[in-house]
């Protein structure tokens, strides 16, 4: 029902800055939360931002507050997370997830569609 591609990973240097972009192409109609996540060698996915089907609310985790912005164009069905002031251990596979209906979640389980990931290395 939802097909997700993620784009604008890379190698960045810490304190750099890198925005990625998720394009979403949907069968049905209907809002869709979104929301991105990322996993590090050898640890479990964890969240890192999330976003109303509306886009008026937005949720962070504690390590990426202040430094990640997602946001979302429902005209292009495009979600975005801009990172600035990017640390080594940010470094992962970043992933872009969707779930149908307004309510966005911090948690994994919560999403059924998810993109391929893209590759995020900051180096020190």
């Known amino acids: 029902q939802v097909h997700l591609v993620e784009s604008g990973g890379g190698l960045v240097q810490s304190g750099g800055s890198l925005r990625l972009s998720c394009a979403a192409s949907?069968?049905?109609?209907?809002?869709?939360?979104m929301g991105w996540f990322r996993q590090a060698a050898g640890k479990e996915r964890e969240f890192v931002a999330a976003?109303?089907?509306?886009?008026?609310?937005?949720y962070y985790a504690d390590s990426v507050k202040g430094r990640f912005a997602i946001s979302r164009d429902n005209a292009k069905m495009t979600a975005y997370l801009q990172m600035n002031s990017l640390k080594p251990e940010d470094t992962a596979v970043y992933y872009c997830?969707?779930?149908?209906?307004?309510?966005?979640?911090?948690?994994?389980?919560?999403?059924?569609?998810w993109g391929q990931g893209t590759q995020v290395t900051v180096s020190s």
């Open positions: 997830a969707a779930r149908p209906g307004m309510d966005a979640s911090t948690t994994r389980q919560d999403y059924g569609f």
């Open positions: 949907v069968r049905t109609s209907g809002s869709y939360a």
């Open positions: 976003i109303r089907g509306s886009g008026t609310r937005t």
